[in-house]
C-alpha cells in the first residue's frame, strides 16, 4: 500500500518562505517521478513541480524562479521549497506519486495516488 504524507504547510505574509515535505512509503509500480500540485478554492488542481528518480525538474511557469523540488532518496521524502510566497500562491498542497506511462506530469488524471494535503495561506 502506497501512502504519501505531506507536512510543512502553515500561514505566512507575503514574500515569506514554507518548506513542504511528502514522505513516501510503500511500492509504486513507477516510484520513481514524484510532483506536487495545489488546489485553491473554486479552482482545478494544477501542477507545480515534477522530479524523476534522476533529479529532472520542472515547474510551472507560475512559480519558476521562486519554488524548488528535490528528494532525499534515502529518506523516500519529497521537498518543496517555497520562496517569496504571494498571495495567489495560497491553495491546498497535494504530493503525488506514480505517474500513468505516458502521462503528463501536470495533469492530475494521470497520477495514481495523493497524499492527504496541506494547506499554505499566504496574507498580503
Known amino acids: 500500500q502506497v501512502q504519501l504524507v505531506e507536512s510543512g504547510g502553515g500561514s505566512v505574509q507575503a514574500g515569506g518562505s514554507l518548506r513542504l515535505s511528502c514522505a513516501v512509503s510503500?511500492?509504486?509500480?513507477?516510484?520513481?517521478?514524484k510532483a506536487w500540485f495545489r488546489q485553491a478554492p473554486g479552482k482545478e488542481r494544477e501542477g507545480v513541480a515534477y522530479?524523476?528518480?534522476?533529479?529532472?525538474?520542472y515547474l510551472a511557469g507560475s512559480v519558476k524562479g521562486r519554488f524548488t523540488i528535490s528528494r532525499d532518496y534515502a529518506k523516500n521524502i519529497v521537498y518543496l521549497q517555497m520562496n517569496s510566497l504571494k498571495p495567489e500562491d495560497t491553495a491546498v498542497y497535494y504530493c503525488a506519486a506514480d505517474l500513468r506511462w505516458g502521462g503528463t506530469w501536470y495533469a492530475a488524471k494521470d497520477w495514481r495516488y495523493w497524499g492527504q494535503g496541506t494547506q499554505v495561506t499566504v496574507s498580503s
Open positions: 510503500g511500492y509504486t509500480a513507477n516510484g520513481d517521478r
Open positions: 522530479i524523476n528518480f534522476g533529479g529532472s525538474t
